[in-house]
């Protein structure tokens, strides 16, 4: 297979990944709607060294539209919580992993900052649009849930990372070059 | 159920491995995130809620003016009455007034006030005090010996 079918392959699946977790997310009950643990942003997370940022910001975009599909909430203000939050946690975590690279930053540090941003933007959209004033209060729990959230899935990511095969060979075929 | 027990198990003892694993191996930004993140978030509990427990204001209305304080000053106002000046002095968390123009003193006897809700008025010379904000948890709304 040539490279852009290898990549384009990669993406669909690993945007499926990011459907199929969506939808476990939506079966865990959460006290808040806001409240996610973010398994979805997994696919993202390991995507960030294996694309281009083309292909990479088209990953996103699928997440961010499919979970609205599937929690039912693309035409209401939640969806633009959600394109708020994935799209600052994405951007941010894949130019730091690009500027400091895998040496000097692992999955780990870029799941605090992405769960992080994610938060944070959720937070100053819900003071700017919704709440005002008062949505500090939802702040500092959120913020807490973020780095306890961030921090697992980065754990998870780094071992997945180091013991999958699949990912491995991913990486050897160079999916973020140019052809 | 011994087989969901075992299964449990082994999940709980891979994850904990893996944490393990993970946290020796911590990179140098790594370690400057998190100390950022649980610096931003620990902030945020006290900015959040130490600051707020202390956000109550003095209003002070005499004719035709109206001042607000936060409690934690310490200030000393004139409020300008019919009969004079009204002295009312912000000090320590609480409020008093200090010195009043009227014949009966009773705001003065009333003492210092420190509780939202809680009011001195001198009628004669038609100054209002109050504290508003919201009331600590853990606060009485009276004892008695």
Not at chain 1, 3 to 8: A, M, S, T
Not at chain 1, 111 to 116: D, F, Q, T, Y
Not at chain 2, 74 to 84: A, D, M
Not at chain 2, 87 to 96: C, L, Y
């Amino acid at each position: 297979m040539d490279q852009p079918i290898k990549r384009h392959s990669t993406l669909a699946l690993l945007g499926a990944l990011c459907l199929f977790l969506s939808t476990i997310e939506y079966l865990i009950p959460k006290p808040l709607p806001f409240i996610r643990i973010g398994i979805a942003n997994i696919p993202i997370m390991l995507s960030i060294d294996l694309f281009p940022f083309s292909s990479f910001f088209l990953l996103v975009m699928i997440k961010v539209i499919g979970q609205a599909i599937i929690t039912g909430s693309l035409f209401s203000y939640v969806f633009l919580f959600s394109l708020g939050g994935t799209l600052a946690s994405a951007l941010g975590m894949f130019t730091l992993r690009r500027f400091i690279g895998k040496q000097g930053i692992s999955f780990i540090g870029i799941g605090i900052v992405g769960a992080l941003l994610s938060n944070g933007v959720q937070i100053i959209l819900a003071w700017l649009f919704i709440f005002g004033p008062s949505a500090q209060f939802i702040a500092p729990p959120l913020l807490l849930l973020g780095l306890v959230t961030g921090l697992l899935l980065g754990i998870f990511c780094q071992n997945f990372s180091e013991q999958s095969r699949w990912y491995e060979r991913a990486l050897q075929e160079r999916l973020h070059d140019k052809p | 159920m011994a087989v969901v027990m075992t299964v449990i198990a082994a999940t709980m003892k891979a994850a904990i491995a893996a944490i393990k694993h993970s946290i020796t191996r911590f990179r140098p930004w790594d370690l400057v995130i998190l100390a950022i993140s649980v610096l931003i978030t620990f902030s945020s509990f006290i900015l959040v809620y130490a600051t707020n427990t202390n956000n109550l204001q003095v209003v002070i209305e005499g004719v035709g003016q109206s001042y607000i304080y936060p409690l934690s000053a310490n200030e000393t106002i004139s409020v300008q009455g019919p009969l004079g000046n009204t002295i009312v002095v912000i000090h320590q968390g609480a409020v008093h007034v200090e010195d009043s123009p009227c014949k009966n003193k009773l705001c003065i006897a009333m003492g210092e006030i420190s509780r939202p809700g809680q009011w001195v008025a001198c009628l004669p010379n038609q100054v209002f005090v109050r504290i508003i904000g919201t009331p600590a948890k853990d606060g009485l709304d009276g004892s008695t010996y």
